[in-house]
């Protein structure tokens, strides 16, 4: 599926959530505290977690195309270590974010790289790091928000294409689904909707502008940020209506589809 932010856009929502995150790494009342949503870590971990993750991903832009992770990049994530002192790890971790950003606006967004997600339906582009890091920001936003029990919906903007960018980077796969073919419907209460079928073709999901011509296994309704929030495995902050066969939920969490 095409990119649906224009890529300043992207750049400016990834900023936006980083500065989210450091405020709330700056509000805790300690660094070891344990973060609900990602057991056995810390909110330092979670802060090593994120500002490595920018640092990979700023030397696998930089980089350029390649066919596995740059040399750079595996060398980046293997020997980050942030500071201890809060002060120091909040301008380690700007630095980690500015980075990331120096290097996607070099590079503009239709510039090859490597990804982990060379079978999806998102391309192997600076681009689409771009889009899927705002996600995994947002993402780890919400967790360290929840730490201080302050935990804040994702922007309607960013979590719109969150939706359509989980379906089509983290489950699009032409490896067979090992179960019965079935389908997932995605709704938000805005009215924006997406399906995603699975057989023996594998993964593959399509925006939908009408009323779907079939009955979903399951289908999916709430606001923009908690469908993405439970695609993440997250607590929502509010309920998701579920209808059809919860456990096909079940069986696609569990599914690890072959490389």
Known sequence: MAITLEFPTLLRLL???????????????????????????????LVQHLGGGDRFWAAVVS????????????TARATVSAPRDREALLTWL?????????ALRQAGPDNGCW?????????????????????????????????????QPLPDTLALDGVDEFLSTCCATPSPWPHTP??????????????????????????????????????LQATPSDLVLF???????????????PSLIDLLRA?????
């Open 231 to 245: 695609l993440y495995d997250r607590p929502p902050t509010s309920p998701v209506q579920i209808t059809g066969d």
């Open 182 to 219: 079935t389908t997932f419907d995605f709704h938000t209460l805005d009215g924006h909707s997406w399906r995603m079928t699975v057989d023996e073709t594998g993964a593959h999901p399509v925006p939908l502008t009408a009323i779907p011509p079939t009955t979903p296994g399951v289908s």
């Open 115 to 151: 990804t982990w997600w060379p079978a999806s339906h998102s391309p192997r582009t600076s681009g689409a790091v771009a889009r899927h890091r705002v996600q995994e920001t947002a993402v780890h936003t919400y967790d360290a928000q929840l730490t201080l029990d302050a935990p």
């Open 63 to 74: 980089a350029g195309p390649a066919d596995t992770p740059p040399v750079t990049a595996v």
């Open 15 to 45: 900023d936006e959530r980083s500065t989210a995150f450091r405020a709330a790494v700056a509000s805790a009342p300690s660094l070891d505290v344990e973060v609900p949503t990602c057991p056995g870590w810390t909110l330092f971990d």
């Open 255 to 259: 599914w690890e589809p072959e490389e």
């Open 94 to 102: 700007t630095e980690s974010t500015n980075l990331l950003l120096t």
